[in-house]
């Protein structure tokens, strides 16, 4: 054979060998997975609904951020700026993170950023002022390479977050050093940036920001002051006459900085704005919006005087908070760690406050810089009680509002109880129970608002007696308040007798489907570990100690534990629910859009299914719900959230989609509007996008409560008191249900730490706390908000992970509450998060992200299996049979099938 033709055969061998590989790989793309789609689908046009669902989203972000960023200090009455097209206010602008605007932040949330509206745009275009543009470029260039130049250069670009997951070096960036304002080499006339500054304006607006994300905690030390931020401000704040700082950060920082420096005259809370919510802040300091957000978070001075900060993570010798988590010794690798939930109720506000009223050598004032619902407005408002009145169990406070300023605005009404204490029950002494935000109120006019709730609203949990809610006898103080420190009026609501919320005594809630009782003892720990980290002596939480940094027989049991047989549980062949029939007619999915949950027509459409089925629907279900052509089930799309419903670099090649919604701003921001009807508009504009891009489901909202600044993910979730959050959350459900969306609420539940939370992690904590605190937003968002998903946890509650809690996911979500719907894991993909588990104590399905790069088939097999083992069938098939009812009830509920 020739050299030419043994060429020829080695090319073509070549080219055969090119051509099966790109077979294999769009094989793979378009069969196996959706990633080929999703590539393809990027290059798609929006369509009309697409670009309409676009601009409502953008114009509800405004009106979210109008209301939402909250004007915490305003020394001076400076803000806000007059200024307009002829006679431009004069703006320095100091700040790495005024150039870099964290707009989101990173983890399964990411979103593309590129087109939000940067912050030094929404200035000069909405806010008509005239920004220091040396001061830009040194930004611009000092970001962009690291060196100090005022050359001509264009603003970096917005980043994406998606690129940012895992970078540590993104919760603070490096500033500009305080020596570059100083250089005289800059200027050829040998002046400095600081004197041209100064010769420009008077006054300057400082940008601090901090980012997040999953897997990611934050310290004391990076929620202060960097060394080069101090030394930024400090040259600021010493040079001109009127400063503005500006805080781009979720997550509560230490400001004790303030009190320093005399010409630090407003501060703005914006937390993360979303794609367009800087132009709010240039409202807010031109005038155009008078501010009238509340924070969510109490803001102290010292972060580490936080009541759960001891506990949050571990300690060095020297009593300061490390990065790292709290860990078992005798768990080995990388897993077995643990939270102290030490503080019980006293989270946040309900800490401070208390602290206050019961102990008199408690200085509050030095303690807390911004109290919980602290906002301040361009005008004055005097707020009373007119009138107290009780009907049925339902307590109706009429609140009178005048506006005494001189400018329109809006206010906020917060009602807090201070029950009666006779130590049976732990009690806060202030408590938030309901709130309004006002309507525009004109100068010198008063408006008249009416908040009512249950009488049932002010038990509290007994967990050690009666085990139950309890309504203690005595004087319960209804309370008008400014913030949760500063009272305005109150009223006296007086129970005669103790009322006891069980069978026995006074029967269920009334919101209540069965009466709720202990679910979460083991939680508390046979160790008792809440005695020894409480010093009474110093009324401060100390910390685990050495003994419970060694994991029990029970802890490590709980690790191993297995479901239990059909003759554990007794279970007989007439226990085995139908299935696998065939009908003389076909029952579809649409047929069964307006059965109720508990009509036994379901049980005939669900003996349909094949056991197959029913493990496919438990069994594959990362970022879709199974499709069942037969019975007309349509596939099911649902993309992660909390600040945006869109497809990512995670979910789009599974769901095979490019449908990218706006990015709201953080949940944060829509608590601090305090405006239940805010959070019905962003609800109805996801429905709307939801049904622009295609999906029937949402990876959220998430409503972990912000135990302690230190959470990565606080930008997720909406504030420190359940009652907020709730109420925010279940608003925004129920607008996104009205629009046929299954809103699937997270993280369920106490899930609040993120540094390991996925390896194992063991929370302990009182029942009290676990209700009254960490499910009472997820109680609202089932009950109020009528959520048809739910999204389980990471972590374990006592000994048992969320995911496979019954107590949690059966007795409490379901028979309590009445929760009608599916529970779906979070990524399941850690040794724990048991499949089998999940199904026997409640979940219905697993979200199992490594089956669809195996082509479709993973954790269903482990499911399958159980339910044909001899010894497990029974109990394996019930589960899985009740586990597709959920999934296909909450699935006939939504938009495809109801449309």
């Known amino acids: 054979m020739s050299s030419m033709s043994k060429k020829k055969r080695n090319w073509l061998i070549a080219l055969g060998a090119l051509i099966v590989i790109i077979v294999g790989v769009l094989y793979y793309a378009f069969v196996v997975t959706n990633a080929g789609n999703w590539l393809l689908a990027k290059f798609k ?4 609904e697409q670009k309409l669902s676009y601009t409502t ?59 939000a509206v940067k912050l030094e745009d929404a200035l000069r275009d909405v806010g008509n002022f005239e920004l220091n543009q040396d001061l830009l470029y040194l930004h611009y260039n000092f970001y962009k390479s690291g060196k100090v130049s005022i050359k001509e250069t264009a603003a970096p670009k917005n980043r994406s977050d998606s690129e940012i997951l895992g970078e540590t070096t993104n919760l603070a960036l490096p500033e500009v050093p305080a020596t570059a304002y100083k250089d005289n080499t800059l200027y050829g006339d040998g002046t400095t940036l600081l004197e041209q500054a100064k010769a420009f304006s008077d006054t300057a607006l400082v940008v601090l920001g901090r980012g997040g994300g999953e897997d990611t905690d934050l310290t004391p030390a990076q929620l202060s002051l960097s060394a080069d931020e101090e030394a930024m401000l400090d040259v600021v704040a010493k040079n001109f006459e009127n400063v503005v700082v500006i805080i781009n950060s979720a997550n509560v920082m230490q400001l004790d900085f303030l009190e320093d420096y005399p010409a630090i005259k407003s501060v703005i809370w914006i937390s993360y704005p979303g794609e367009t919510g800087t132009k709010s802040l240039a409202k807010i300091l031109n005038g155009t919006v008078n501010p009238s957000g509340r924070l969510v978070d109490t803001w102290p001075a010292d972060l580490m005087n936080n009541p759960a900060a001891k506990n949050y993570n571990a300690l060095d010798s020297n009593g300061v908070m490390t990065a790292d988590s709290n860990k078992y010794t005798n768990i080995e690798g990388d897993s077995g760690y643990f939270s102290h939930y030490a503080e019980g109720i006293y989270v946040g506000y309900k800490y401070y406050e208390t602290r206050h009223v019961t102990d008199s050598s408690y200085k509050y004032d030095e303690e807390v810089l911004f109290p ?90 007994d967990y050690k007696n009666h085990k139950a809610y309890v309504l203690e006898a005595g004087d319960y103080e209804l309370m008008l308040m400014e913030n949760a420190h500063d009272k305005l009026d109150s009223e006296i609501y007086k129970v005669q007798d103790d009322i006891i919320y069980n069978e026995e005594n006074d029967g269920k809630r009334s919101t209540d489907k069965q009466t709720a009782t202990n679910q979460f003892e083991d939680a508390l720990s046979v160790d008792d570990y809440l005695t020894r980290a409480w010093n009474p002596e110093s009324r401060a939480f100390t910390g685990p100690q050495q003994a419970d940094f060694t994991a029990s027989q029970e802890v490590l049991d709980a690790l191993t534990a297995k479901v239990p047989t059909d003759s554990e549980l007794g279970y007989s062949e007439a226990d085995l629910p139908e299935y696998g029939k065939t009908l003389a007619q076909t029952i579809k999915l649409a047929d069964m859009k307006d059965v109720p949950y508990n009509d036994p027509r379901w049980d005939e459409f669900l003996s349909q299914l094949t056991l197959e089925e029913m493990a496919n629907i438990a069994g594959m279900g990362a970022y879709q719900l199974l499709e069942i052509e037969r019975l007309g089930v349509p596939k099911t799309l649902q993309p992660d959230g909390s600040m945006a419903i869109a497809s990512n670099i995670y979910s789009g090649p599974i769901m095979g989609t490019e449908g990218v919604g706006v990015t709201y701003a953080a949940p944060s921001v829509l608590a601090a509007t305090w405006n239940q009807d805010a959070a019905y508009l962003m609800g109805t504009s996801i429905g709307q996008e ?114 496979a809690h019954k107590g949690l996911l059966t007795e409490v979500l379901r028979n309590e509450w009445g929760f009608e719907g599916l529970v779906l894991t979070d990524a399941n993909m850690y040794p724990h998060m048991d499949p089998v588990k999940m199904i026997y104590a409640g979940g219905d399905v697993t979200l199992d992200v490594m089956a669809v790069w195996q082509g479709g088939d993973n954790q269903n097999k482990v499911m399958l299996a159980a339910a044909q083992d001899p010894t497990t069938k029974i109990g394996a098939t019930k589960s899985l049979y009740q586990a597709s009812k959920n999934v296909l009830f909450a699935v006939s509920r939504s938009w495809k099938v109801t449309e």
């Open 690 to 803: 939801a049904q622009a891009f295609g999906y029937n489901g949402w990876y959220s909202p998430a409503m972990n409560i912000h135990r302690t600044p230190f959470n990565g993910r606080n930008f997720e979730y909406y504030s420190e008191d359940g009652v907020l959050s709730g109420k925010i959350a279940a608003q925004v459900v129920k607008a996104a249900r009205e629009k046929g969306v299954i809103t699937y609420i997270k993280h369920f539940a106490v899930n609040d730490k993120e540094k390991n939370a996925r390896m194992q992690f063991f929370v302990w904590s009182n029942e009290q706390a676990i209700r009254e605190i960490y499910l009472k937003p997820f109680e609202l968002a089932v009950k109020e908000g009528g959520s048809l998903g739910v999204m389980s946890s990471f972590n374990f509650i006592g000994l048992n992970w969320a995911g």
């Open 45 to 48: 046009p929006d369509t009309e």
């Open 57 to 115: 989203a953008t114009e509800t972000i405004e009106k979210i951020t109008d209301e939402g960023f909250v004007l915490m200090q305003n020394k001076d009455n400076f803000l806000p700026l007059a200024t307009s097209a002829d006679n431009k206010t004069k703006l320095n602008i100091f700040g790495t993170r005024s150039v870099v605007t964290l707009f989101n932040s990173g983890g399964s949330t990411a979103t593309d950023v590129t087109k």
């Open 372 to 461: 919980f619902g602290h906002g301040l407005s361009y005008t004055t408002f005097k707020k009373d009680i007119v009138e107290m009145k009780e009907e049925n169990g339902t307590i109706t406070l009429r609140v009178s509002v005048e506006n005494t300023g001189d400018v329109a605005g809006k206010d906020v009404i917060q009602i807090y109880s201070n029950p009666p204490y006779t130590g049976a029950i732990e009690k806060a002494a202030v408590n938030l129970v309901t709130f309004k935000k006002t309507n525009m109120i004109e100068p010198g006019q008063t408006d008249y608002y009416s908040l009512s709730f249950s009488a049932e609203d002010l038990a509290s949990y």
